[in-house]
């Protein structure tokens, strides 16, 4: 079982950059390749990006560029780099775990976060 909480969310302007975090329970999160989804208010939940347990990234292709992933294991601790943010980048972000697979498929995630408000504003 892994629990995961996300913070670093808030209030931006656009142009603007955050950092969010996703802190894991339990004693094998290197084991776990671990994603990110945002969902905006009446929209489903999209597929920003992903890492794997050795450390490969896989990004949505609208993303690339702006938003980058990190993991540091010994903090048991993923991260999501967001810069030159904009108002449509606005939406609740989660982070996500799964043993298998490195996927843009949140069917495929096991564990999730409670997720973390970002509102970039014009």
């Known amino acids: 079982q892994v629990q995961l909480v996300e913070s670093g969310g808030g209030l931006v302007q656009a142009g603007g950059s955050l950092r969010l975090s996703c802190v894991a329970s339990?004693?094998?999160?290197?084991?776990?390749?671990m994603g990110w989804f945002r969902q905006a208010p009446g929209k489903e939940r999209d597929f920003v990006g992903a890492?794997?347990?050795?450390?490969?990234?896989y990004y949505a292709d609208s993303l690339k560029g702006r938003f980058t992933i990190s993991r540091d294991n010994a903090k048991k601790t993923v991260y999501l780099q967001m810069n030159s943010l904009k108002p449509e980048d606005t939406a609740v972000y989660y982070c996500?775990?799964?043993?298998?697979?490195?996927?843009?498929?949140?069917?495929?995630?096991?564990?999730w976060g409670q997720g973390t408000q970002v509102t970039v504003s014009s």
């Open positions: 339990g004693r094998t999160f290197s084991m776990y390749n």
């Open positions: 890492i794997s347990t050795s450390g490969a990234t």
């Open positions: 996500a775990a799964n043993r298998l697979f490195l996927t843009s498929s949140h069917s495929q995630y096991e564990f």
